[in-house]
């Protein structure tokens, strides 16, 4: 399956830890990469290959990896990280992107 | 600092043609290969195609497959989505993004927009 599922919601008390998940045959092979998306603005990218960090990208952001699951964590969830994440990876061509159907984080 | 900027957009009858381009500075374009992303209003984000950095591979998703060409021209630093036989399905803001060697699309430009209307 070349298919990545993620949570449609997900919400996190200002300051407290979140972790959004992404699962999918393909991140046996690949690592994914999470982008971040606001609205009315492009996607962002906030993690990629094992768990890296573009530079400006803060550092309660960070990725993991079990089995056939990515996670984003998010610790310390601060307002402005209230956005859309999405999560893709290469499907098994290795050429093809597979992107999940996106996670909407609110902060409270 | 790295741009890509998309252009041609527009407002296109169904069963028209249009060409989407992408104009890219800051890196060095011939190196690395780029995306065609596209996302419906209010929908997420969908991967298009992808060309490699001399163009000579190029991959189209199935949902675009037989209509939507990639391709790119490294002398005018600029990528290019030749869209054909347009539905209305295909109404998205369109993205560019440049591949990496371990990360799938570390940078997107801002979008052009395309309506198709019946």
């Known amino acids: 399956s070349s298919e990545l599922t993620q949570d449609p919601a997900v919400s996190v008390a200002l300051g407290q830890t979140v972790r959004i998940t992404c699962q999918g045959d393909s991140l046996r092979s690949y690592y994914a990469s999470w982008y971040q998306q606001k609205p009315g603005q492009a996607p962002v990218l906030v993690i990629y290959?094992?768990?890296r960090r573009p530079s400006g990208i803060p550092d309660r952001f960070s990725g993991s990896r079990s089995g056939n699951t990515a996670s984003l964590t998010i610790t310390g969830a601060q307002a402005e990280d209230e956005a859309d994440y999405y999560c893709d990876s290469r499907d098994s061509s290795g050429h093809h992107l597979v992107f999940g159907g996106g996670t909407k984080l609110t902060v409270l | 600092q790295v741009q890509l900027v998309e252009s041609g957009g527009g407002v296109v009858q169904f069963g028209r043609s249009l060409r989407l381009s992408c104009t890219a500075s800051g890196f060095t374009f011939s190196s690395y290969g780029m995306h065609w992303v596209r996302q419906a209003p209010g929908k997420g984000l969908e991967w298009v195609a992808m060309?490699?950095?001399?163009?000579?591979?190029?991959y189209h998703a199935d949902s675009v497959k037989g209509r939507f060409t990639i391709s790119r021209d490294n002398s005018r630093n600029t990528l290019y989505l030749q869209m054909d036989s347009l539905r209305a399905e295909d109404t998205a803001l369109y993205y560019c993004?440049?591949?990496?060697?371990?990360?799938?699309?570390?940078?997107w430009g801002q979008g052009t927009l395309v309506t198709v209307s019946s």
């Open positions: 060309i490699s950095f001399d163009g000579s591979s190029k």
């Open positions: 993004a440049k591949d990496g060697p371990s990360v799938t699309a570390d940078y």
């Open positions: 290959d094992k768990n």
